[in-house]
């Protein structure tokens, strides 16, 4: 049964969202916070499995609020829930620690479908995210490829393609027709040419640097 922590600063879509979330029989205990100062008095108590954290609270902006969640409780998923869907404000709050990103006009069903998906160890995107931001030879599309980035196998290409779209493991092998751990075999590599350690990393070098086969 899901654990979840809300975090947002207007009553009635707080107290909305929790009920909503209740409905779901994979859903446990919903517990909700009206500040991040509440919310940090709860975490040494009580134990989520994610935190759906409002991009725009009050006192800390979001990058702040992630860098103390990151210190204090560096294992603890986030995912931002936010009105806006600027590629700007989602990259920016991925640069700083969030698990993911979802827009509040997202139906109750794929906010808790992204909640699985981050507990699978994936990363969840809004549609599009990454294609604004970053193309498959590098965000400002240079005449030739930089050497920095990183040429994949087209397995590897393939993998890192779903990965970047928020999927987790098992859909990837179900869309490529291999073995999750052929999958997680590809990601490895793909991580290790990239010189990071996980999916929330790589996802910012990924924008950073671009990626190409």
């Not at 209740?22 to 499995?49: H, M, Y």
Request: aromatic content about 6%; charged content about 20%; some cysteine.
């Amino acid at each position: 049964m899901l654990r979840l922590m809300i975090a947002d600063d207007h009553p009635i879509f707080r107290s909305g969202l929790k009920w909503a979330l209740e409905q779901f029989p994979e859903v446990g205990e919903v517990r909700v916070a009206s500040s991040f100062e509440e919310l940090t008095a709860i975490l040494p108590e009580w134990a989520p499995d994610i935190v759906i954290l409002d991009l725009n609270m009050p006192t800390l902006t979001a990058p702040e609020s992630l860098r103390y969640l990151r210190q204090r409780h560096g294992g603890l998923p986030v995912l931002i829930l936010s009105a806006s869907g600027e590629p700007d404000d989602v990259i920016g709050t991925l640069r700083a620690g969030a698990s993911g990103y979802i827009t509040k006009a997202s139906e109750v069903s794929e906010l808790l479908a992204a909640v699985k998906v981050i507990l699978d160890g994936g990363v969840f995107l809004p549609d599009g995210i990454i294609a604004a931001r970053c193309d498959p030879i590098g965000p400002a599309r240079p005449a030739e490829p930089s050497p920095s980035v990183p040429r994949l196998t087209r397995r590897q290409y393939e993998v890192l393609t779903l990965t970047l779209q928020g999927h987790a493991n098992k859909v990837i092998a179900h869309n490529l027709s291999m073995s999750e751990g052929t999958v997680k075999t590809h990601l490895s590599a793909v991580m290790r040419l990239y010189g990071v350690n996980n999916r929330v990393q790589l996802l910012r070098e990924v924008e950073r640097v671009g990626y190409r086969s």
